[in-house]
């Protein structure tokens, strides 16, 4: 049967989905936790016939451990989301590991150039391949990207991926990612960036390994050849 959800294509977009998942629990139980107390209160405690109402001053620290017990598992809560959190983020944008390609990503309104190392391995050089609104990458490699804005603020995403990194005039940021599926895969912007921002879309095709050195070979400028 189809899914609805997004493959996870990459070697990272488990780990974030996991993530997301993780806080979607904890803030999940929190709720359902909260809404039994707070439903469960007023049921107990709703008027009653020559009952009178008790005056309640928070001084008393039977009173007080509703709200500090539940404030300081919160905090708990929090240290395991940050504990995974900064694990992810360590691994997706602090570490870069060794590359075995490098991409060019330029982002202007309102489309994409990618530029692709040729046989070199080496962007700059008389045999870059470059496209308009299509990336290709080998399924396998790690890629490291080098991405830039010709004119305002820009967010190169690719959904299936997990990964969105932010494009800013006048520098060059570099992340990384391993494609582990072959095929076809959306690449956006997410950064509002003018009334043609809709429109900003590209695609990133994965590609064996024969199947890209066939596509570089085919696409490699003539005076390369």
């Known amino acids: 049967m189809p899914t609805t959800f997004l493959p996870q294509a990459s070697s990272y977009a488990g780990d974030i ?17 909260a809404q039994a107390l707070f439903f469960g209160f007023i049921i107990k405690f709703r008027a009653k016939p020559g009952k009178k109402a008790m005056y309640i001053d928070g001084l008393n620290p039977l009173h007080k451990r509703w709200v500090s017990y539940p404030h300081y598992a919160v905090l708990i809560f929090d240290v395991i989301i940050l504990v995974f959190a900064l694990k992810v983020w360590t691994h997706v944008k602090i570490e870069l590991p060794p590359a075995n390609d490098t991409v060019g990503v330029v982002a202007q309104r309102w489309s994409w150039t990618f530029v692709h190392s040729g046989a070199d391995g080496k962007l700059d ?9 299509e990336l290709h990458v080998k399924v396998g490699d790690v890629v490291h990207f080098e991405g830039s804005s010709r004119d305002v603020l820009h967010s190169f995403s690719i959904p299936a991926f997990r990964l969105k990194q932010d494009l800013i005039p ?47 070979a085919t696409n490699a400028p003539a005076a390369a050849h």
């Not at 989905?17 to 993780?22: C, V």
């Not at 050089?125 to 609104?133: F, G, P, R, S």
């Open 17 to 33: 989905d996991f993530l997301i998942g993780l806080v979607a629990v904890i803030v999940m139980g929190w709720f359902f936790a």
């Open 125 to 133: 050089t008389d045999d870059d391949v470059k496209t308009a609104d």
């Open 170 to 216: 006048g520098r060059i940021t570099t992340g990384w990612f391993k494609a582990e599926q072959t095929g076809t895969f959306d690449i956006q912007c997410v950064e509002i960036c003018g009334i043609g921002h809709g429109m900003m879309v590209a695609r990133v095709v994965v590609e064996t390994p024969e199947q890209h050195t066939a596509w570089l």
